[in-house]
């Protein structure tokens, strides 16, 4: 291959663009699929991001024509995209538009979709180059890769690629986890798949990254000598909405806490990886996840709950159990804290303590690092009633960016210190205008670039630590349940307090 | 907007802090200074662009309007922070002798530690990085294609002045066309042996592309005069066929290739606010821009003296 004259290292002005390709999206009148997939797709174009004769292939169950696929991805597009609307980026990026009609077990359908996709070859120039977006149930993977396979769909011809895309979850349990895995890597190999979870995007792990270690203020005091516990919290105000069949059954342990959360940790436990690449990035958070040891009691140390009926931002909400389609007997938890430990050195004794939930205070993700107290303040009692502990938190979302509590002097006062805040909001500052999570992703697996996100083994050591949770929780008793809008059960509240400490108010 | 009236540096600094607590917060959240350097007449645009480039680079934004230098020296400036944005701005019209020594008065007003940029909307010194208000700063915008007079050479002017940190808003243009070509050329493998670019008769940019098609390929690089708008033609030539992307209407490109259908792309022409965004996305000097317009003087060189040769 020859070395492209065009291209230099030094020349970081130059956006990447993929070569000749198409996305081939499964499950596209789906929510996500409208609302956040073709969406992305369309700023990427606008952008200019997307290779020159880029396609993009619709897989549905409706009796549609290429022209009812281009007008639903239009409508989405106009009202979800975050780039204005231009009608010649539109016009260029609908020629490519097709769709197919048909179920994940008609033959006939995986046929035309071959068909498709060799006519998009001729006509647009994608040169065999597709990937595979599964936007779809779990339970239809299994289908759907293995008429991939059949067809003939997975198989690349020479110096070209297929990928596949498969969104969280990534299995309900370990078990299920490497059926999955047996599934996909028996079709494709595995730097072909791309295990995404949108919600941690590349954005936020690198934000992650570079806060921790092109700093040198903070790797110092970052372990068991200064830190004194951390909190991670993902917090939602909303309910289950319309997702009752995904939901029931899967609940916040497996739904948030499995992915979301232990990456989360992982990357702010995690030791300073030999290089930035996604390889060396996985060893250490693999060593992470590996070392956690769950708290001897889970009795004592984890706690799960169902909202309950009530006022949530000033809107009166029904309980989990009023929601449409969940069953009176459900015992799915709603929200989940659990108490982990790290064994390494960096981390001995300092726990970490996460919680998950649904119908909270507000929208927020965050994770806290919280400081352990000075020793003998040279003050007086009284004058430090106020002062708690520091913390560093980093925000994940919305308005990413970082607060640092520490202790100040009350101005005019004799002696008297209280806890301030310093925040800075990097979402107003440095995003170029925030690549939104899906845009990197798309880009990334059109480019081949390995991901940042999970891979096998990560999560497999994932259900390794939330199993034996969530198999204790099955077996004993019900959910606690809590009252919407407020921010969870005492049971979590005597949890943490069990260790003399307590939540933070996100 | 707070206009101050035969002011200082120091109370405009005063006065941007009274107007941050004004507004309920005195907390910063700007990452670099901005300043440009413009007439009466273009001052409004170009508060306009900054203002809206540094909401991707939250920024201190100053611009600075020379008047007559003749008289007594007199520094007036109208003060604001936008309302739904993070930077604040202040225009600062300076007459007489100070404005002689506009450094004076920007000096003070910089950001601490943090970068500065000095953008020159429309006229440009003919060497920036000597400039005394070029001195301060990381990072030299200017725009040929938007000089006032003999826009031909202002190009070449800015070329031969070319200092690290200095970049000129013509470059920022083709990065969508050379992004596209060098994506062309990523899966492809014969050699290109010559290339040709059509534009209007004057356009700085196609210069650069030029440039560096001319500096990258190491082939000889024609240039054509088009209705444009901007530039229109772009072919590189291989043994296989000619790799052409053409945009007549600045707006919507076709990318054709050899043994491939021809593919549309959209190419917009962009607005200097999106521009300065790109430019203030990365402080550091441009390399592949210093070896471009190295490229361009040393072609241009050539030229001429081929050209007194003839004659």
Not at chain 1, 82 to 88: A, C, G, K, L, V
């Amino acid at each position: 291959m020859n070395v492209n004259p065009l291209r230099d290292p030094q020349d970081r002005r130059l956006p990447q663009i993929a070569g000749p390709c198409g996305l081939v999206i499964f499950g596209v009148t789906g929510d996500r699929a409208r609302k956040k997939l073709m969406p992305a797709v369309y700023d990427l174009a606008n952008r200019g991001l997307l290779p020159p004769g880029f396609s993009l292939v619709g897989f549905a169950r409706r009796d549609w024509a290429d022209q009812d696929f281009a007008r639903i991805v239009h409508d989405s597009v106009k009202e979800h995209a975050r780039t204005e609307f231009r009608e010649e980026v539109w016009q260029q990026l609908s020629e490519g538009f097709r769709f197919v009609s048909g179920d994940f077990s008609d033959d006939l359908a995986f046929e035309n979709l071959r068909q498709t996709i060799e006519d998009l070859d001729k006509v647009r120039g994608t040169d065999g180059n597709h990937a595979f977006y599964l936007s779809i149930p779990p339970r239809f993977f299994s289908d759907v890769i293995g008429q991939l396979k059949e067809h003939g769909l997975a198989t690349p011809s020479e110096e070209s690629w297929r990928r596949v895309v498969v969104e969280k979850p990534f299995g309900s349990n370990l078990e299920t986890a490497r059926e999955l895995n047996r599934i996909i890597s028996g079709v494709f190999p595995s730097e072909s798949v791309f295990l995404i979870d949108h919600y941690l995007g590349k954005e936020t792990v690198q934000n992650i990254l570079a806060l921790r270690f092109a700093n040198a203020m903070f790797e110092p005091i970052w372990n068991a000598n200064y830190v004194d516990h951390v909190q991670i919290t993902m917090a939602e105000d909303i309910g289950i909405g319309g997702r009752a069949g995904y939901y029931d059954g899967i609940g916040a342990a497996r739904d948030v806490i499995q992915n979301h959360l232990l990456q989360l940790m992982a990357l702010i436990a995690m030791e300073e990886p030999t290089s930035f690449d996604a390889k060396s990035l996985r060893i250490e958070k693999q060593k992470v996840l590996g070392s956690v040891v769950l708290p001897q009691r889970l009795d004592l140390y984890t706690a799960h709950a169902q909202y309950a009926e009530g006022w949530s931002g000033g809107i009166k909400v029904p309980g989990y159990k009023q929601e449409p389609d969940i069953p009176d007997t459900s015992r799915t938890e709603t929200f989940a804290a659990i108490k982990l430990n790290i064994e390494t050195r960096r981390w001995a004794n300092v726990p970490f303590y996460l919680r998950a939930g649904k119908r909270l205070g507000r929208r927020v993700t965050e994770v806290a690092v919280v400081f352990k107290r000075a020793p003998h303040l040279p003050f007086t009692d009284t004058s430090t009633e106020e002062l708690t502990q520091n913390a560093l938190v980093i925000r994940i979302q919305p308005d990413e960016g970082i607060t640092i509590r520490f202790g100040s002097k009350v101005p005019g006062t004799a002696m008297e210190i209280r806890d301030v805040s310093m925040d800075f909001a990097y979402g107003g500052s440095f995003t170029e205008t925030s690549p939104e999570a899906y845009e990197r992703l798309i880009l990334d697996v059109l480019l081949g670039e390995p991901p940042l996100f999970p891979q096998q083994k990560e999560v497999e050591l994932s259900w390794k630590i939330l199993d034996p949770i969530i198999e204790y929780w099955a077996k004993h008793g019900k959910p606690d349940t809590y009252e919407s809008g407020t921010w969870g059960p005492t049971s979590a509240d005597k949890m943490i307090a069990r260790d003399g400490r307590v939540w933070r108010r996100p | 907007m707070i206009e101050l009236t035969g002011t200082n540096s120091s109370a405009i600094a005063e006065e941007f802090v009274r107007a941050r607590r004004k507004a309920g917060s005195p907390a910063m959240g700007m990452v670099m200074t901005l300043i440009f350097v413009v007439s009466e007449e273009d001052a409004e645009d170009a508060m306009q662009a900054a203002r809206s480039a540094s909401r991707e680079h939250p920024a201190r934004v100053l611009g600075v309007i020379f008047g007559d230098a003749r008289g007594a020296g007199q520094v007036d400036a109208q003060v604001g922070i936008g309302s739904g944005w993070t930077g604040e701005t202040a225009m600062i019209r300076l007459t007489g002798e100070v404005s002689k020594h506009p450094e004076s008065v920007v000096l003070p007003l910089l950001l601490p530690d943090s970068p500065v940029v000095v953008w020159w909307p429309t006229k440009a010194p003919e060497n920036p990085a000597t400039d005394p208000l070029g001195q301060l700063a990381n990072r030299r915008i200017t725009d040929a294609s938007a000089a006032p007079r003999s826009k031909a050479k202002a190009m070449l002017t800015q070329c031969e002045t070319y200092a690290p940190g200095n970049t000129d808003l013509a470059w920022t243009r083709i990065t969508g066309w050379r992004a596209l070509l060098a994506a062309s050329l990523d899966k492809f493998e014969s050699k290109v042996t010559s290339a040709s670019v059509a534009a209007e008769r004057i356009s700085p940019s196609a210069d650069l592309l030029s440039a560096w098609l001319a500096d990258r390929l190491k082939v000889k690089v024609t240039r054509t005069s088009s209705k444009g708008p901007g530039i229109t033609d772009v072919v590189l030539d291989t043994k296989e066929g000619p790799i052409s992307l053409v945009r007549y209407d600045g707006k919507l490109a076709m990318l054709s290739s050899p043994g491939q259908p021809d593919r549309p792309v959209a190419l917009k022409r962009r607005d200097i606010a999106e521009l300065l965004a790109e430019e203030l996305r990365r402080l550091d000097p441009d390399d592949i821009y210093a070896q471009t317009v190295k490229k361009l003087s040393k072609l241009s060189q050539a030229t001429t003296s081929s050209s007194t040769k003839k004659s």
